[in-house]
């Protein structure tokens, strides 16, 4: 099963972006969707997750500090899609950006099964 994400590019400091992460394979709103980062020469992070909809799931989102109030994760179930809104970027946001599907929320790439590519964000004037 792969995810596809989009959105990246390049963008000024204090700038926005929106990236999309969907799948022609999976419906994403019965999984938790995790946002996960990667810098030039660091760990990949965790940075944002969406819980499953439905059943004893609120759909609630969990943040790492650096992005909250900066970043913000939804759903759009009817276009299959989660996207992660950022605003206010500066350079330390400079990363490959990953969506990943896994059963429950978890800010550890292992509690994810399915991963996509990734979509690059530079942040820079």
């Known amino acids: 099963v792969q995810l596809q994400a989009s959105g990246g590019g390049l963008v000024q400091p204090g700038g926005s972006l929106t990236l999309s992460c969907t799948s022609s394979?999976?419906?994403?709103?019965?999984?938790?969707i995790g946002w996960f980062r990667q810098a030039p020469e660091k760990a990949r992070e965790a940075i944002a997750n969406i819980a499953s909809t439905g059943g004893r799931s609120d759909g609630g989102t969990q943040y790492i500090d650096s992005v909250k109030g900066r970043f913000t994760v939804s759903r759009d179930t009817a276009k299959n899609t989660v996207s992660l809104q950022m605003t206010s970027l500066t350079p330390e946001d400079t990363a490959v950006y990953y969506c990943?599907?896994?059963?429950?929320?978890?800010?550890?790439?292992?509690?994810?099964?399915?991963w996509g590519q990734g979509t690059q964000v530079t942040v820079s004037s």
């Open positions: 394979q999976i419906t994403l709103q019965y999984y938790t």
């Open positions: 990943a599907a896994g059963p429950w929320p978890s800010m550890e790439g292992d509690g994810y099964n399915y």
